[in-house]
């Protein structure tokens, strides 16, 4: 049963940091990838990273290039997202998701709230 688990949430203030992480398992990483995506009431759920857990090859939306980047540890099946220089628009609910490159077969973790306000 395959199974992520996002943490690392929080308030912070405008130009604060948070370090994300996606807690994964029940699947072999090697077939997947991982993306955060963050869900707003205005603009509802928006990919904001991937990264390939064959290559590590990674993709930003152009709005967090910059400030967020993606790390990975292999022996506890975690991969992190370390978002800087956080604006109030980076404000949302954000989840991982882990896509397996050829069935596509997709598992959603329940999501950790970051909230970016002064």
């Known amino acids: 049963q395959a199974q992520l688990v996002e943490s690392g949430g929080g308030l912070v203030q405008p130009g604060g940091s948070l370090r994300l992480a996606c807690a994964t398992s029940?699947?072999?990483?090697?077939?997947?990838?991982i993306g955060w995506f963050r869900q707003t009431p205005g603009k509802g759920r928006e990919a904001v990273a991937c990264?390939?857990?064959?290559?590590?090859?990674?993709v930003f939306v152009d709005s967090v290039k910059g400030r967020f980047t993606l790390a990975r540890d292999n022996a506890k099946s975690t991969v992190y997202l370390q978002m800087t220089g956080l604006k109030p628009e980076d404000t949302g609910l954000y989840y991982c998701k882990a896509r397996h490159f050829d069935s596509g077969a997709e598992y959603w973790g329940q999501g950790t709230e970051v909230i970016v306000s002064s």
């Open positions: 990264i390939s857990l064959a290559d590590d090859a990674t």
């Open positions: 029940g699947f072999t990483w090697y077939y997947y990838t």
